[in-house]
């Protein structure tokens, strides 16, 4: 069972809200994925974002999610071109629709262990550089979930290919009355609009 089932078909009927632009660019990055698992078997993914404390996050949890809903044989990481910590707000909007997230430890950078299925095991997640020694360190697929990355990372060591996949940050709205309202939609956001990524990737 997924606890966010209700949630995933929201967005999987939704796809339309995805504009022409987006979607060729989510097609080009679920064809390559689909020629790395048809040539290895697998495909690896590292979602890259300045802090690793929002987008990125949000989008490993997503594809991971989507991997196991679709039934294809993709693991995803995330990073930063530093590291912070996994912000509460995009934990909040997360157990929002419907994930199962525990703080695992303490400190400045805790992990959390998410969870969106009892069929699956957990993902624990925190902050960390794209080159952590916990991500694979070559022959993945990276995608830069925001600007700034794409803009100071022109290469990332290691990857065997590179994708622009930028979102709006919700960090832009702390403190204010929008701040939970943009969160969720953020979080809707990426997960649609990987949710279709997954989709357009052949079953094997």
Known sequence: MFFIEKTIRQLTGEFDLISKERKIDLE???SFIENSI???????LIFICTHNSRRSHIAQVWSSTAADYYGVNVRSWSGG?????FNPRAVD???GLGFKIEQKTTGANPVYSV???DRYSSLDVYSKKYNDPSNPASDFVAVMT????DENCPVVVGA???FSLPFDDPKDFDGTELESIKYRERSLEIG????YLFSKISRQ
């Not at 048809?38 to 690896?44: C, F, G, L, R, T």
């Open 28 to 30: 080009r990055i679920a």
């Open 81 to 85: 071109t530093e590291a912070t910590a």
């Open 38 to 44: 048809d040539q290895k078997k697998k495909a690896e």
């Open 192 to 195: 649609r609009e990987i949710l």
């Open 115 to 117: 969870r969106w299925s």
């Open 160 to 162: 065997n290919a590179r």
């Open 93 to 95: 909007a997360l157990r």
């Open 146 to 149: 925001c600007t700034h990355a």
